[in-house]
């Protein structure tokens, strides 16, 4: 078959799988304006509505109403509680902005209820879980060796557990591993904090101690991009986390000269109890697939019934800063942290 | 025509018992009833055809004797038989009791018979002309008879008690919807009534609201875990070798379990013991090559049948051009996709009531796909490759035994195997080669090797037992013996040398189950009264995982009232439990999907189903039917962990596992007119299916099937000898899909407001098909058939979604405004698509 034949077929063959788009009128998707409402409630903290009217599509360019305090309603374990609106004046919070300065003792039933013209009433509830104060955390250097593909930038594992008194079965634990440099190569003390995406799970490494790399094979369960490693609560929970040591780094320049830094770090953990909303909503994934409509609508969720968005709450403990001389000559790390 | 439908309109509105023509006047009359008539009502009970010689006087009277024999063999002793033959695979069992029926009716008629296959040859007593003589090639033609010929199968539908249950025979596959030129089972099955086939092309079978992976597919009485290739575009079902396909809807009978939705029980045919046949055919995507005959003639038998795509026919000089426009920017592309199904079938008699046979099905799917670069310079070398494989199918092992061991009690045995494989594996390659101040060349070079790798074995025996006390009972009993071995793994492999300084990696996460299922089951299909009949069943089946154990114990009743002979209510209550479930990140039957147990975590999937209708078989070769279903299910599935992989995960599957609730009601009305040159049907479903995942959504919402009306109408029709052609249309509201619906005017987020919150527009599609025949010079029969799917190109919505378009206002290089102006689309993607196939029969 000549090569002009073959072109002619495979033309016909490309030809048969074209796509067509056709609009579609966006008011199918209806009419009415939709309440949105995300809240993160932190026990011991200013708590923030942040309430907004959303527009439907095929009325994009109407605009909405704001709302305000006399639109919402917020009870805790029955009894309503004030909400304020953020002064211009206010150095920590935008003007105009709904908030509750409340202490939301653990269990505590908490609803928000909201209403406005032209969108339907939204309602949402959420307990406040355990605190996590009492934990204890224990950790030990492992024999594990995390290679990276930058030259011999060699890192610790840590085999870390971390006890929890008398943690409801069920209840979402989460840990962040919180670093901050304790001074730059030049010497310059620093104290940017950041989340390092370093703790995993035990079982993500392979029998022979090699971590089971690639975005594919990580079982990192994300929250949201917040980068915390989320289980379901048990008393005693191993995980390993990648210590970041004085290390020397060693890298080869542009010009082929030796490069060599040289680091040091605190470190430290913040634990997380999560609602059974907070993690539901923060653990939602989408990917092509379902903006094709073949993968589960697991984007959709909220717990306001009515809108869209998350009334969530969450307690957080934290470790102090801790220093890398944390472990002993044994490679373990003694001290009881709280 | 027309009259004749005003009749059966008036029949249906005012429920009027009508009598119907041929048994009762078989009765009334006893004797006085000519041949004719007679061979017509065995035709339509044992779906047998006769040929004659138009010379044989067929109005004569049954003969003297045979009118006495037929007395007693009368309606009741009939319909016994015929009712083993309908529900039983039993073949020897139709043939003793044809034999009989002929023996009596063509006593002293002065006319002989002789069966051959699935016909019976008459000849004048002491003609010099014998069976063997007619040039018989296939039921549709018939260059050498005059007579017009009976074609098979109707009324079978309504002797069964079950509600929702078709009959099919490979036949139907002949003569209807072809699909790329080659008949498709699945394809076939979508176009019933309660039935959605899902995404377009895609073998999804979603029955009253079901989600596609709960549905039973039996090869031979053995489960398959995959019944499509390429992500469900083919069917995994040569209908070369198909004999006959029981399809339930629901009043499933005890002896089928496991899944949820549905039973599609295939069986293969077996070979011929005394001729050779078979079957060649080309399309433009597959080819399939079908061949049986004696290996001992009257002893043993076999049947094998082949089906292969060439698609890289087409993909590699696509590739090829594709290579060439490209080599310029150091681009290359390589593809190919190729799949294949073989399906063998050995079949010894030591006698007429002892079988054995092995039974041997295996598919495969391979698809392949690379990308590579190069840059080249003077000082600098980068290459980068990267090729995927996907390797995914089934195989499906049995051994057979039935033996009659008693007057009244027959028993069958298996030894099966069955397994399902997919694997991908992706090998990405980089290389980086500078030239150094010094003039070296210095390397940077990787490679990765990951793969995902699900197998599910399943290995089991079984023994089943018809036991027939009395006439009026059927009893059918047995165990089934399981072990599903789970075994899904996924691996890296890491290499690199930077620099001279090498490092390599290895990894494996595996998580293996073993389940143990044994199930037992009675059910007793029973003659109550002349007008009553009923099926009770009960089955009972456990699953034990990691010392886990599940247990069900599953109702299954149907009950059928003959209102008169041609009309039967029916009505059916059953439970079904599914301890294996697909853990798929789509909705697509992709070779990333696994098959998981039910575990500690992970309870059984249960559905309820309660089902009744009205059944009509009218004069004319019509039948109405009217069915309705309400179907509640618990502990159904969805994967909710999707995100950047689209592999589900092995380690925190369970995790991600959404379980929620399915409920699913309806009603369809279907007609059907059948003649020996003319097939039509028309159906109606009205249907309600909704889902609740408190995962996703907090109250129940449309399930992404939801469509509320459908119409398929249906017409093959035999325009002359050697020219039949057929025609479907098929309508139905469109499916639903999540798109984004509000818009933050001040952050520019757009936001969902529920699930399934959109519906596309209405599908809606035409095909056309024509088979034109010829005998070929060595009495052999060559088919050409032309089809086209989508005839009038409509391009049906296969998803859709909500584009966020911004305009901005920009003067003098500064942006003066920015507003929002989103769009939606539908998008269509399958387009007319013209096959046509030559078959060749010898």
């Known amino acids: 078959m000549s090569f002009r034949a073959c072109r002619g077929i495979s033309y016909i063959f490309l030809l048969l799988l074209t796509s067509c788009e056709l609009p579609f009128d966006l008011k199918t998707l209806g009419d009415r304006d939709m309440l949105k409402l995300y809240c993160e409630v932190v026990s011991g903290d200013t708590t923030v509505l942040d309430m907004d009217v959303l527009v439907p599509v095929g009325y994009h360019e109407r605009t909405p109403v704001k709302v305000g305090p006399e639109d919402v309603v917020m009870t805790v374990d029955g009894k309503e509680v004030e909400i304020r609106v953020a002064a211009d004046d206010d150095p920590n919070l935008e003007p105009g902005t709904l908030y509750v300065r409340e202490n939301f003792p653990a269990g505590s039933q908490m609803c928000v209820k909201a209403s406005i013209e032209g969108a339907d009433p939204i309602e949402a509830k959420t307990v406040m879980p355990l605190h996590l104060d009492d934990y204890r955390l224990e950790m030990q250097l492992t024999d594990i060796v995390s290679g990276s593909y930058n030259g011999d930038n060699v890192r610790d594992m840590v085999r870390a557990r971390l006890i929890l008194p008398e943690v409801a079965e069920g209840t979402h634990v989460g840990i962040q591993y919180v670093v901050r440099h304790k001074t730059d190569s030049c010497g310059v003390t620093l104290f940017d904090e950041q989340v390092l995406q370093a703790v995993y799970d035990v079982t993500e490494f392979s029998s022979d101690g090699n971590l089971v790399a690639g975005v594919d094979f990580s079982n990192l369960t994300r929250l949201g991009a917040t980068l915390t490693y989320v289980w379901n609560a048990t008393d005693e929970y191993e995980f390993l986390f990648r210590h970041l040591t004085d290390s020397v780094s060693e890298w080869k320049d542009e010009n082929g000269e030796t490069v060599t830094w040289s680091s040091d770090y605190h470190f430290k953990f913040r634990i997380f109890a999560l609602s059974e909303e907070y993690y539901q909503y923060h653990s939602r994934t989408t990917n092509e697939f379902f903006e094709l409509g073949m993968a589960s609508p697991s984007y959709t969720y909220t717990n306001v019934h009515g809108g869209t968005g998350m009334f969530g709450a969450i307690s957080v403990a934290e470790t102090p800063w801790m220093d890398d001389d944390l472990f002993g000559s044994d490679g373990t790390a003694g001290k009881e942290e709280k | ?842």
């Open chain 2, 1 to 842: 025509m027309k009259r004749t439908l005003q009749h059966a309109f008036t029949l249906l509105l005012a429920c009027v018992l009508a009598l119907p023509a041929y048994p009762q006047k078989a009765v009334e009359q006893g004797r006085g009833v000519a041949l004719r008539s007679q061979m017509e009502l065995i035709h339509q009970q044992y779906g047998v055809n006769f040929v004659y010689d138009s010379s044989l006087d067929l109005d004569q009277i049954a003969g003297h004797a045979g009118n006495d024999v037929l007395k007693e063999t009368d309606n009741d002793v009939i319909e016994k038989t015929v009712k083993d033959v309908l529900s039983s695979r039993h073949s020897r069992l139709d043939r003793e009791s044809l034999e009989a029926c002929l023996a009596a009716l063509f006593k002293d008629t002065g006319i002989d018979y002789e069966i051959m296959k699935k016909y019976i040859v008459l000849t004048k007593s002491g003609s010099k002309k014998k069976p063997k003589d007619y040039t018989i090639f296939i039921e549709e033609q018939h260059d050498t008879i005059d007579e017009s010929r009976i074609t098979a199968f109707v009324g079978r539908q309504k002797n069964a008690t079950q509600t929702g249950l078709t009959r099919l025979d490979g036949k139907k596959f002949q003569r209807g919807f072809y699909f790329m030129s080659s008949p498709d089972l699945v394809k076939t099955l979508q176009m019933l009534p309660g039935v959605s086939g899902g995404s377009e092309l895609f073998s999804g079978l979603h029955v009253y609201g079901g989600d596609g992976y709960d549905n039973l597919y039996l090869m031979d009485g053995i489960p398959m875990y995959q019944a499509g290739h390429l992500a469900g575009l083919f069917s995994a079902f040569n209908t070369d070798v198909i004999e006959t396909v029981d399809f339930y809807k629901s009043g499933f009978p005890a002896r089928y379990g496991g899944r949820l939705s549905s039973v599609v029980d295939v069986r293969t045919k077996e070979g011929d013991f005394n001729q050779y046949y078979g079957s060649f055919s080309i399309g433009l995507v597959d080819s399939r090559f079908q061949l049986e005959g004696p290996i001992v003639k009257g002893k043993t038998s076999f049947n094998f049948g082949l089906r292969g795509s060439w698609l890289d026919a087409v993909s590699i000089p696509t590739f090829m051009i594709l290579n060439h426009s490209k080599k310029q920017d150091g681009e290359h592309y390589s593809g190919h996709y190729r799949f294949w199904d073989a399906n063998a079938r050995l079949t010894h008699r030591f006698a007429p009531d002892n079988t054995l046979s092995l039974n041997f099905y295996m598919g495969r799917d391979n698809l392949g796909f690379g990308i590579g670069m190069e840059e080249k310079d003077a000082e600098d070398i980068n290459m980068e490759d990267g090729v995927a494989d996907l390797d995914w199918g089934n195989m499906v092992t049995s051994l057979n035994w039935d033996k009659k061991v008693s007057e009244e009690l027959y028993m069958d045995a298996s030894l099966f195997h069955s397994q399902n494989l997919s694997s991908y594996a992706l090998t990405t390659t980089s290389e980086e080669k500078d030239l150094n101040h010094e003039g070296i060349w210095e390397r940077v070079w990787q490679s990765s090797h990951e793969y995902n790798v699900s197998v599910v074995n399943d290995i089991g025996a079984k023994l089943d037992f018809d036991w027939y006390p009395s006439p009026s009972h059927h009893v059918r009993f047995g165990a089934k013996l399981t072990e599903h071995l789970y075994n899904p793994r996924r691996g890296a492999e890491f290499e690199y040398d930077h620099y001279g300084k090498t490092h390599s990696e290895t990894a494996l996460v595996r998580k293996a189950y073993k389940s143990f299922e044994p199930s037992v089951y009675v059910e007793d299909e029973m003659k109550l009264a002349r007008w009553l009949e009923a099926n009770l069943g009960l089955r009972y089946v456990s699953s034990t995982v990691q010392g886990k154990k599940w247990c069900s114990l599953e109702p299954r009743v149907a009950l059928s009232f003959r209102v008169s002979p041609m009309v039967a209510l029916k009505a059916s209550y059953t439970e079904m439990s599914q301890f294996s479930h697909c853990i798929a990140s789509t909705y697509i039957d992709l070779p990333f999907n696994m098959w998981m147990p039910s575990t500690a975590g992970i309870r059984p999937s249960r559905a309820r189903q309660a089902a009744a209708g009205v059944y009509l078989n009218l004069p004319h070769d019509m039948h109405v039917n009217v069915e309705g279903w309400y179907k509640t299910m618990d502990n159904i599935y969805e994967y909710g962990g999707t995100g950047a992989s689209i592999f589900p995960s092995i380690m925190e599957w369970e995790e991600l596992f959404r379980s929620g609730k399915g409920k699913s009601w309806g009603a369809s009305a279907d007609f059907a007119y059948r003649t020996e040159k003319t097939d039509i049907t028309a159906s109606y479903t009205l249907s309600w299916n909704f889902r609740r995942f408190d995962a996703f959504w907090h109250e129940w919402y449309p399930d992404r099937n939801d469509h509320r009306h459908r119409i398929n109408i249906t017409a093959s029709h035999r325009i002359t000898k050697r020219f039949d052609a057929y025609v479907g249309w098929n309508w139905r509201k469109g499916s639903r899909i999540t798109v984004l619906s509000h818009l933050d005017p001040e952050t520019k987020e757009y936001y969902y407001s529920s699930p399934n919150n959109l519906q596309l527009d209405d599908y809606h599609r035409l095909d056309v098909g024509f088979n034109f025949r010829k005998t070929t010079r060595r009495g052999n029969e060559s088919i050409w058939n032309l089809s086209v799917y989508n005839a009038y190109c409509r391009l049906n919505p296969f998803y859709a979604n909500v584009h966020r378009l911004r305009y901005d206002q920009v003067q003098n290089d500064q942006l003066i405004s920015s507003v929002d102006h989103p769009e939606g689309m539908n998008i269509g993607l399958i387009p007319i698509v013209p096959t046509f196939s030559y078959t060749l029969k010898f």
